[in-house]
T-cell receptor, first 116, second 114 residues
Framework: AQKVTQAQTEISVVEKEDVTLDCVYE???????LFWYKQPPSGELVFLIR??????QNEISGRYSWNFQKSTSSFNFTITASQVVDSAVYFC?????????????FGTGTRLTIIP | EAQVTQNPRYLITVTGKKLTVTCSQN?????MSWYRQDPGLGLRQIYY???????DKGDVPEGYKVSRKEKRNFPLILESPSPNQTSLYFC?????????????FGDGTRLSIL
């Protein structure tokens, strides 16, 4: 069965510090997809990134970067020079290539607070 | 604007009174799904639909029903709500076709069952 673990329940950092959110996953499939979503205080879920299991290249998007390592089953997310607007709950999620159901298995989330 | 629209956003009701949460998407997506979010549990899938008239159970389907009569709409029905269904509910849609593309989420519906 698939599982996603976000061991960090809450993190607080001072503005402009870098912060890394950890995500470890379990799956028996060789083909799978990993996602990060942001849930700001207003409650909606905002898509950040999608990665498939065959693409281990790290990705950078502005202040955001992602490190995908199949050897450790991890898909970590780093925010550089954090800002108050980054305060949110962040979810890592896994989807397997199962016939028809594109179910997202979510971790329990990491609440990130950026202190001004 | 591409979006998934849920209604209502908030609802307080009583045990046993049937309710429906509507979900509509304007992106011509084939795949739609419902999740519930509970503290410490993340989001869990309730039901999903691969296309019109094709629905199936997710991980926590007990006490819920769905239908997919039109491609754009995927309502969630609670026939006899109970307090353990108090939760934050999200509808999501994506292209489907086994592509596992990112799912677009509605803004959420907060249900309180007294």
């Amino acid at each position: 069965a698939q599982k996603v673990t976000q061991a960090q329940t809450e993190i607080s950092v001072v503005e402009k510090e870098d912060v890394t959110l950890d995500c470890v996953y379990e799956t028996r499939d060789t083909t799978y997809y990993l996602f990060w979503y942001k849930q700001p205080p207003s409650g909606e879920l905002v898509f950040l990134i999608r990665r498939n299991s065959f693409d281990e290249q790290n990705e950078i998007s502005g202040r955001y970067s992602w490190n995908f390592q199949k050897s450790t089953s991890s898909f970590n997310f780093t925010i550089t020079a954090s800002q108050v607007v980054d305060s949110a709950v962040y979810f890592c999620a896994l989807s397997e290539a199962i016939f028809g159901n594109e179910k997202l298995t979510f971790g329990t989330g990491t609440r990130l607070t950026i202190i001004p | 604007e591409a979006q998934v629209t849920q209604n209502p956003r908030y609802l307080i009701t009583v045990t046993g009174k049937k309710l429906t949460v509507t979900c509509s998407q304007n992106m011509n997506h084939e795949y739609m799904s419902w999740y519930r979010q509970d503290p410490g549990l993340g989001l869990r899938q309730i039901y999903y639909s691969m296309n019109v008239e094709v629905t199936d159970k997710g991980d926590v389907p007990e006490g819920y029903k769905v239908s997919r009569k039109e491609k754009r709409n995927f309502p969630l029905i609670l026939e006899s709500p109970s307090p353990n269904q108090t939760s934050l509910y999200f509808c999501a849609s994506s292209l489907g076709g086994y592509s596992n593309q990112p799912q677009h989420f509605g803004d959420g519906t907060r249900l309180s069952i007294l």
